[in-house]
């Protein structure tokens, strides 16, 4: 039994139709696609480089000016001043000159010539070192010592500025054994300077130095401690 179909189910008919107006739109699709007109984009610049024609500038070079000395001073002008003497006038040209030739009959006076001597450097009369030093008491410098300390006395006034340390005292031991000339020879302060004076020239007679057995004069230096409990 044969299936029959209606015209209307039938597709064939229509093929070749359809596939025309396929073509049909394809070509209008590329004519339209050829004449569609493309526009100019202007692309814009940063900007035009120009060339820049710099100018070199010439500096000129200058130099300092040099600084000439100043030019000497003139010489002084010497005017010649002339005397004008009358015509009547003497004018004395003779020149006097002592006679100073020495002849067999010249004096010399001597009397008046003073010959000045060199003035020798006085030996001290004192000894440092001798062969029999001075003797304090039998005990020497250091009975001396004790003596010392057993009779100064420390000044208030270093004592109430806390001034304190050692004075060295130059003395000399005579022929008979006095002291004499007591002099500072390095001090700290003017009181503690005028105790140690004081203590010293008290000081009671010494046995004398002797050189060769002859009582000299002999010069000491001792020091003065002056401490603050």
């Known amino acids: 039994m044969e299936a029959k179909k209606t015209k209307r189910a039938d597709l064939e008919k229509n093929k070749t139709l359809f596939f025309q107006a396929g073509l049909v739109t394809v070509l209008a699709l590329l004519l339209i696609a050829f004449e569609w007109t493309t526009r100019e984009v202007a692309t814009s610049t940063l900007g035009e480089l120009q060339e820049v024609i710099m100018e070199e500038e010439i500096i ?41 030739e020495a002849r067999s009959d010249t004096r010399i006076d001597f009397t008046r010539i003073i010959i000045q001597e060199d003035e020798e450097e006085a030996e001290p009369d004192f000894f440092i070192i001798v062969e029999d030093m001075p003797d304090f008491q039998g005990g020497g ?23 304190q340390g050692t004075v060295l005292i130059r003395f000399i031991v005579n022929t008979d054994g006095s002291v004499s000339d007591v002099t500072v020879f390095r001090g700290i302060d003017r009181s503690l300077d005028n105790e140690a004076l004081r203590v010293i020239s008290s000081s009671p007679r010494w046995t004398p130095g002797r050189q060769r057995g002859e009582a000299v004069r002999v010069a000491f230096h001792f020091p003065v401690r002056f401490q603050l409990e």
């Open 60 to 100: 000129p070079i200058t130099r300092p000016d040099e600084i000439l000395p100043p030019p000497p001073p003139p010489p002084p002008m010497v005017s010649e001043a002339f005397d004008i003497v009358e015509d009547d006038v003497e004018i004395d040209d003779d020149l006097l000159i002592d006679d100073v």
């Open 141 to 163: 410098q250091e009975a001396f010592r004790r003596w010392i300390m057993s009779n100064l006395k420390y000044p208030q006034i270093a004592a109430e500025n806390g001034i």
